[in-house]
Structures are given as C-alpha cells and as structure tokens.
C-alpha cells in the first residue's frame, strides 16, 4: 500500500488553525522567469490564472499570452443580435490587451482561428510549437484537456478542450524534438524544452498559488471583458471560486493547478 501523502492528508481534528504552519508558503513554486499562457478564447485566462499571472508578472516574470481564437462567436447572452464575427473580433482583441495591461503582461499574441471550430489539429500543434520555440518560456500555462465536465452544471467547451489537448501536445513532444516539424529548423527556431506545465481547471490538483493580494487585480482584468460580461458584476464569483481552491491549503484565495515537472528548470 502507498504511504499516505501528507500533501493530501487532512488536518488533524481539534487543532487550532495557527498551530499549524501554512504550508502553502512553503511549498508555492517561485515565479518562472519566462510563462507562456495559452488559450482557445480572449476572457478564459482571465477567469482562471490572472491572479497567478498578476502575482508572477509582479515578481518579474516575463509572460506572453496567446489566445488562439480572437473570440468572434461571443456570449449567448451579451452578444447584440446585430453583431458580426468581423466587427467583434477587434473589440475582443482589445479587450485582452486591456486585461493584460490590467496583469501586467505586455505581449500578447492572436493566432487567429475561429471561435467555435477548434480542433486539436496538426496544423495548430505547429503552430504552438512554432510559438514555444520563438518564446522558449520556461512554463506553459494552459487547461485540463481531460476535464469534460465541471459539477452538473457545466460542460467544458470543446475549444477549451481543443486548446489544452493541443497546448500540452506542443510542449511535449514537438517543441523539444528536433524532428518533428522539420520546416521549423528552417526558420531557425530551434528546439526547446520547457520545464514546467501548469494546468488550471484539474481534477488533480496539486499546486496552490495565493493570490489573496491579487484577488482585487484579477477582478479587474476580467472585468475589460466588458462584450463577454454585460452588466455582471463577477466579483462574488471570482472571489468564492478563489475561496473554494484555496481552502485545501488554508488560504484565503489561491488558483489550483496540477503542476507537471518535466526538466530542471
Ligand atoms: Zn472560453
């Protein structure tokens, strides 16, 4: 039988809280030098990582977001009825580039692809690939592609799906194979390992970023998203999401992921 990890263990009954030292200070992962945050739609990092994005953009880390779709499909509820694809996707573009500003993160990079019709598909792993060797982040930062359903209340969207499938197809192998996508070598984009993959969203949870100091900043740069959240104010939401994740590590706030270690970095 496996020993019982005491990263899962629960507290012990009866003990005061403060007794107990916060292990989440201890075991938090410093802030990657270079992250690389990838996403099918414009609003998605900003529901899920921008407190651990804030947080690392503050502690110097240099981060790139991608979103691979520019968000042309909208919301069913905030999208008015004579809106275009064309007409929405540069009000989505901006809108990200103020949530980034919002982050602290100055680049930020479209691909292009249509909101709705994500496929996990040769060409987009390419095209991540192509990315990832340009970039050479240290940490990629994406979605749980296995994740088909959230509670009974949610069905994950097939290009959240698509994206992370891809995403983490891109880490490993491609970015670091020298063979795979040869035409890369001849654009000089050599192969590159990334060292740290950080997936939100995880039914296996293992990492807990505080982001009680950044609660406030992540608030913010979702509310840029202002086609996607009409007159909703997501603060409430934000807040007990955060409060749910943090609650495993005694924190106050926190984002969860599922950290995979694949070189020394
Ligand atoms: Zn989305």
Redesign the pocket.
């Known amino acids: 039988m496996a020993a019982q990890d005491p990263e899962t263990e629960s507290a012990s009954p009866g003990v005061p809280e403060r007794a107990k030292p916060a292990k989440a200070a201890r075991r938090e992962p410093p802030a990657p030098k270079r992250v690389m945050s990838i996403h099918?739609?414009p609003?998605?990092q900003e529901f899920t990582v921008g407190g651990t994005l804030a947080k690392w953009a503050r502690a110097g880390s240099a981060i790139v977001t991608v979103c691979i779709t520019s968000g042309g499909a909208g919301s069913n509820d905030h999208t008015p009825p004579d809106m275009t694809r064309e007409a929405l996707v540069p009000i989505r573009e901006e809108e990200q580039r103020e949530a980034c500003r919002v982050l602290g993160i100055s680049e930020v990079v479209f691909l292009g692809y249509e909101d709705g019709m994500l496929e996990p598909s040769l060409g987009l792993r390419r095209e991540l690939t192509r990315i990832i060797r340009r970039y050479k982040p240290e940490a990629v930062v994406c979605g749980d592609p296995t994740m088909r359903f959230y509670s009974s209340m949610y069905m994950n969207?097939p290009?959240?799906r698509a994206a992370s499938d891809v995403a983490l197809d891109a880490v490993f192998p491609s970015a670091e194979t020298r063979l795979i996508f040869p035409e890369l070598l001849a654009e000089g984009l050599e192969p590159h390992k990334v060292s740290l993959v950080f997936i939100h969203g995880s039914a296996q949870s293992d990492t807990f970023i505080d982001i009680s100091e950044l609660l406030d900043v992540k608030v913010a740069a979702l509310k840029q998203h202002k086609t996607q959240l009409g007159p909703w104010d997501p603060t409430d939401m934000i807040t007990e999401w955060a409060r749910e994740q943090g609650a495993k590590r005694r924190l106050k706030a926190a984002e969860a992921f599922r950290l995979m270690r694949l070189h020394e970095a």
Do not use: I, L, N, W
């Open positions: 099918a739609h609003d998605d969207h290009d959240h």
